[in-house]
């Protein structure tokens, strides 16, 4: 069964995505994000809700879906396993679709250790590999993991995650493949900096017939100084940020590196779009969503293709 997601449609009909993220507040105000989602609107096709990311508390993804919904947008709902067993896991999805989520991103989760709580209990009940393929049972058999059958069904659009630079990296299309077999329809990557080591990973994939049989966004994150991009190269795990970009940041003034940076992700954007196999990008713009519409427009992007 198919989800029917506008996602799910701008892909099948062969249009350039654009995904968007948005992060939850550390608190309760609705206003927090709808500012946030209003950059986003019409310049993605759907935005990504992270789940307590860096395992830090913050509010639950769904009630943000629930909030774009509302809006008029649609949100992909991004689910750690982390702090669920499948008892949770199910019947969150459950919940999910009846508040109309149709897009569900399945991912492991960042350890307790990194976040605020580090001395709760991680539940990890399932992996990452194990949620796309519950998702995919409920979806396309009507039933949960005990066997029983679902009282209606969940038509979801199955993404996950996949990191082009972790090592070993002779392995991570080997991951990508497990995924797909797994039921994964789509795939939002690490955001990329290093485009001749993606492009390796890619032809890869290309040539395993792997972007046939699932749709790859290109993750994509501007830089906004020099800073920012020295600490992503340092101490970010799996991510692989060329001296080449920190020495041309460097090359222009304090005030004008936030400009160099865009600039910079648009170039990446062009040169992904000219990539055979990634079918869109994913734009993480990490709490800089009113530099979305500059972003998107300056990479010609816009306007979004309508679809039914």
């Not at 939002?188 to 749709?215: P, S």
């Amino acid at each position: 069964m198919k989800a029917g997601s506008r996602l799910e449609k701008i892909l099948e009909a062969g249009h350039f995505a654009v995904t968007g993220e948005l992060g939850p507040p550390r608190g309760a105000d609705a206003e927090v994000i709808k500012k946030k989602a209003e950059h986003l609107r019409n310049k993605v096709d759907s935005i990504n809700v992270t789940d307590n990311q860096t395992s830090v508390v913050r509010m639950c993804s769904m009630a943000v879906c629930k909030i774009l919904i509302e809006m008029g947008l649609e949100p992909n709902l991004q689910m750690v396993c982390r702090d669920r067993n499948r008892i949770a896991i199910q019947s969150d999805l459950l919940g999910a679709y009846a508040l109309g989520i149709r897009n569900v991103l399945c991912l492991s989760g960042d350890h307790n250790k990194f976040g605020d709580h580090p001395q709760c209990k991680n539940v990890f009940d399932l992996d990452s590999m194990q949620l796309i393929a519950t998702v995919k049972r409920m979806r396309d058999e009507g039933k949960l993991l005990s066997d029983q059958e679902l009282e209606g069904g969940v038509k979801f659009f199955i993404g996950a995650a996949a990191n082009p630079f972790g090592d070993p990296f002779e392995f991570r299309v080997t991951r990508l493949a497990k995924k797909i077999e797994a039921g994964v329809d789509f795939i939002q990557t690490q955001c990329i900096y290093n485009m001749e080591k993606f492009k390796t990973w890619l032809d890869q994939a290309n040539d395993e017939g792997l972007t046939e049989k699932c749709y790859i966004l290109a993750g994509v994150t501007p830089l906004k100084s020099v800073g920012m991009a020295r600490y992503m190269q340092k101490f970010v795990p799996g991510l692989d940020v060329p001296e080449e970009y920190i020495t041309r940041l460097k090359g222009v003034e304090k005030k004008k590196q936030a400009a160099e940076g865009i600039k910079i992700c648009v170039e990446q954007i062009e040169q992904l779009r000219e990539m055979k196999g990634v079918a869109g990008v994913h734009l993480m713009a990490i709490e800089w969503e009113h530099k979305v519409p500059e972003i998107t427009e300056a990479a010609k992007l816009l306007p979004r293709p309508e679809v039914d």
